[in-house]
């Protein structure tokens, strides 16, 4: 593992958003440059089958370690494969359904989908218990259960089956997100709980999986049974290197959400952002949108305590040495299996309501949700 004194080994500790359809020339200097140690792909970066898989190849060619290649392959309208296929049905829908086996089903055919074009990690499965099915807080439809069992249960499924097929996991949203009031893509919401609250419901759920997902994703939320100051989850020592490694004993890779969200944007610079991410035992810091900005991230990181930056990359050199590689292409293959997905979708949803276009197509947010 590169020591932390060497600036070239510091990308290795960011995660970053990719522009467009392709990798302009620019955009492929910087990434040559700071080597950042994953990439994370969204609508603006999906077009055709074969034009995501040489962007993705485009991605590994300029890094001289095997990147993290992520996306948000949940199911329902955070399904970013849609634009190319057919969309899963949302944890809700298969919640509903009842039927574990078609939840196993969904996570061997999201792996299976994933693998093709050489994504090595989906962020999911969503951890957060639905109290309120409708809650304006963007994961209505996301959530696979109304109870601690529920989820357990439902998202342990799909987080298996999808492990199962070579595509490493991601539990979200540390210490549990769903009774925010407000959603953290335009403010820091506050969530006002006890930690006796907590532990029953949210954290019941984090433990059960800290030793089952290979990789957690901190959400932004200020919790004031578990940060005496206003500092959001994402920024906290106290949750992150306190609780979830110290109490729950997760020994697995740790990355904040979007740093571009407003929560965040909102009350802090970038290199403060940077700093407080790495010293309260983040591993990986997730830039999304603003690709812009990764350069001056990157430099940002050397201000960053060495001992903070030696854990960090130990964490991200043993996380990617679980990753598998890509498959090889074929267009007709991914055909077969986007065809899976379509016949899921018959199976829990009935043909005639499959059928039906999702009252969200057509109207993607300016930020896509995650």
């Known amino acids: 593992m590169p020591s932390s004194s060497a600036s070239s080994a510091l990308g290795q500790l960011l995660l970053t958003g990719v522009p467009g359809l392709e990798l ?16 994370i792909l969204f609508g603006r970066n999906i077009q055709s089958p074969g034009q995501l898989r040489k962007l993705l190849d485009d991605l590994r060619d300029v890094s001289q370690v095997p990147p993290v290649i992520t996306i948000d392959q949940e199911g329902g309208r955070v399904s970013r494969l849609k634009l190319i296929g057919n969309e899963p049905p949302n944890a809700n829908q298969l919640r509903d359904k009842g039927d574990v086996a078609l939840i196993e089903r969904h996570g061997r055919i999201t792996g299976r989908l994933l693998r093709m074009f050489g994504f090595n990690l989906d962020l999911c499965p969503v951890l957060d218990i639905s109290f309120d099915d409708e809650a304006d807080n963007s994961l209505r439809g996301r959530c696979y259960g109304n109870t601690v069992e529920q989820v357990v249960t439902n998202a342990a499924a799909f987080n298996d089956a999808l492990r199962g097929e070579g595509v490493l996991s991601c539990g979200k949203h540390f210490p549990g997100y769903s009774r925010a009031s407000i959603d953290a893509h335009h403010e820091l919401p506050t969530i006002d709980l006890t930690r006796e609250q907590l532990e029953a419901h949210e954290l019941a759920v984090f433990r059960r999986f800290s030793s089952r997902v290979d990789s957690m994703m901190i959400g932004h939320g200020f919790y004031p049974a578990l940060e005496a100051g206003r500092t959001p989850s994402s920024l906290s020592r106290a949750v992150i290197t306190e609780l979830l490694r110290g109490e729950l004993g997760f020994e ?7 740093l571009d969200m407003g929560a965040i944007l909102n009350h802090y610079g970038l290199e403060e952002t940077i700093r407080l991410a790495l010293c309260a035992g ?10 812009e900005c990764v350069e001056a991230a990157h430099g940002f990181l050397e201000g960053v305590p060495a001992a903070e930056l030696d854990r960090a990359l130990a964490n991200v050199a043993a996380f990617k040495e679980k990753m598998a590689p890509a498959e090889p292409w074929d267009e007709e293959e991914f055909r077969r299996r986007d065809r899976e997905v379509w016949e899921l979708r018959v199976d829990t949803l009935g043909a005639e309501v499959a059928a039906q276009r999702s009252p969200e197509d057509g109207k993607r947010s300016p930020v896509e949700i995650y």
């Open 24 to 39: 302009d020339s620019h955009t492929a200097a910087v990434f040559r440059k700071i080597q950042p140690g994953g990439y």
């Open 252 to 258: 697995g890779l740790i990355m904040t959400d979007d």
């Open 282 to 291: 983040n591993d990986l810091a997730m830039i999304c949108h603003r690709v």
